[in-house]
């Protein structure tokens, strides 16, 4: 009996020890599949602070975007206005030497147009000259007196639509 009793006693410590690591283990599996929810949970969040992030910049390049497509129509804008300007100017320089050729013809005398030096070259080329190397000053008969350049100057009318243009074109810059 006493063999018989000890396996009994053997068999309820060994039913005992099966039971408690099935409910060790029914924990772990609920740890488990708590952890496996977490982890789930962890990934669904950086996909979705990922998908915000992509979104943001997506958002930041759209606002680029539009303002640089601004600032390419302002661009755009100023080089029309300085065109339309350049074309003015053309224009006017063409009425211009329209009204010289037509005083030309009308006062029988070619005129020269010449380029006034700046001042330092002038001053620099009066030091070199002595004053018995200086030439009394000569009639031209193809320069304009100052009465006739003042008459010119007169006859000559800018568009005020040119200078509008010109003063947008350069206010701009």
Do not use: C
């Amino acid at each position: 009996l006493d063999s018989a009793e000890q396996h009994r006693e053997k068999e309820r410590q060994l039913e005992q020890e099966v039971d408690r690591l099935r409910a060790e283990a029914s924990a772990r599996e609920e740890r488990v599949v708590d952890i496996e929810k977490e982890l789930h949970a962890l990934r669904k969040y950086k996909e979705t602070n990922d998908i915000e992030a992509l979104n943001m910049d997506l958002r930041i390049m759209r606002e680029k975007m539009v303002h640089l497509e601004e600032s390419l129509a302002a661009e755009n804008k100023l080089k029309q206005e300085l065109f339309r300007a350049l074309g003015d100017a053309k224009a006017n320089n063409a009425h211009l030497q329209s009204q010289l050729r037509a005083f030309e013809i009308t006062s029988g005398m070619p005129l020269s147009v010449s380029v006034a030096r700046p001042p330092s070259t002038s001053l620099a080329q009066a030091e070199k000259v002595s004053p018995q190397q200086q030439q009394p000053p000569q009639h031209n008969p193809y320069q304009i007196s100052m009465s006739q350049t003042q008459k010119m100057d007169s006859n000559i009318v800018t568009s005020s639509a040119s200078s509008a243009h010109m003063g947008v074109a350069y206010g701009n810059l």
